[in-house]
């Protein structure tokens, strides 16, 4: 086949071509300068013009404000029922850190709550899931290691940094090897995280300790270990403790543990915890072999790792069937607690 030859543009045409196109620049032109002016003068809004020319706009007494990330979606999986799920406060936080931020509320029981949770394993709420532009962000590049990524999503856990949960889509449930006191088919179960050498455990346990003997069968203990790093004895307490409820003396071992804090806190070692067993009647020769051994490390470290997915970093720390309390109750909470799981 052969080349196809091009006629050559006349000079009228070219002009007339030429004229058409700056028409039609000069209309362009023309057509976002009234756009401008009328929106100007309307206060309805701002050209493409105009924002790309100036970083901050006022309209109407408010302040526009150009930012360098993307919008960022979040869902915030909540539960309106919920007084102490409301999102406001976090959202005021994670705000200041991401103004671009476009925050829809979700049921946690609706399809896309329940996709959410089961996704990321969620076990509390408010929960913060955000859509795929928070990895261009200066925030999600500060605090990378707290987001979860499946597809283009990504969790961000607040109770790493220390926000609050609202509540708890799961409760802790009776294990096997769990020191328990009580009936473990008791309407109320109280499971309690708690460090032998701490002081506000210490008046918690007794408050307890005696509602208890009040309830009777109506009420289960839980007993889990939560040695805090800044008590140097509390591990070997805890061992101590484990060793004890082998021989099923938990109860009074635990006791004898709080009431002389003091003395054993200010020891090193594992003598003293020896020295107990034998005045309550333990075996000394098995209970010493089993805290030598550290015959309960393992547990111990499975409690420490099942408060951790709580985000339960102080003692004491308490649920109540499904209801969380953290800090140290006094024993009127306590008991309204129990009142309450109990009605339910």
């Known amino acids: 086949m052969e080349p196809v030859e091009k006629t050559p543009l006349s000079t009228d045409q070219k002009m007339k071509n030429l004229t058409a196109i700056a028409i039609l620049l000069g209309g362009l032109f023309l057509g976002s300068l009234l756009v401008d002016f009328v929106q100007l003068a309307t206060g309805s809004g701002f050209s493409a013009h105009i924002v790309k020319k100036y970083d901050v706009l006022e309209s109407k007494g408010k302040t526009w404000v150009a930012f360098a990330d993307p919008k960022v979606k979040v869902n915030v999986i909540t539960e309106k029922d919920c007084v102490n799920c409301n999102p406001s406060e976090p959202l005021v936080w994670l705000r200041r850190a991401l103004p671009t931020l476009e925050a829809t509320e979700v049921e946690y029981s609706s399809e896309i709550g329940k996709t959410l949770i089961d996704r990321f394993q969620i076990t509390s709420i408010p929960a913060f899931v955000f859509s795929k532009e928070v990895t261009e962000t200066d925030f999600y590049g500060q605090a990378e290691s707290l987001f979860q990524n499946q597809g283009s999503w990504y969790y961000f856990d607040m109770t ?53 003997k009040e309830y009777g069968d109506k009420v289960t203990l839980v007993y889990r270990h939560l040695p805090l790093s800044i008590h140097p004895q509390a591990g070997n307490a805890a061992l101590a403790a484990e060793c004890a409820n082998e021989q099923g003396k938990f109860s009074a071992y635990a006791d004898n543990l709080f009431a002389k804090q003091e003395e054993w806190g200010g020891t090193t070692g594992t003598q003293k915890f020896k020295d107990y067993a034998w005045r309550l009647g333990l075996n000394g020769r098995t209970f010493s072999q089993c805290l030598d051994t550290q015959k309960y490390k393992d547990k111990i470290v499975a409690d420490v790792a099942d408060a951790d997915t709580y985000a339960i970093s102080g003692t004491p ?21 129990i009142d309450k799981a109990l009605a339910q």
């Open 160 to 212: 790493k940094i220390g926000l609050p949960a609202g509540k708890y889509l799961q409760q802790p449930e009776i294990r096997e090897g769990d020191i328990v006191v009580g009936s473990p088919e008791a309407p109320a179960k109280i499971f309690v995280y708690s460090d032998f050498q701490c002081t506000f455990c210490q008046t918690f346990h007794a408050d307890l300790g005696r509602l208890m």
């Open 317 to 337: 720390a308490t649920f109540v069937n499904d209801e969380f309390y953290g800090g140290a109750l006094n024993e009127e909470e306590l008991k309204a607690a």
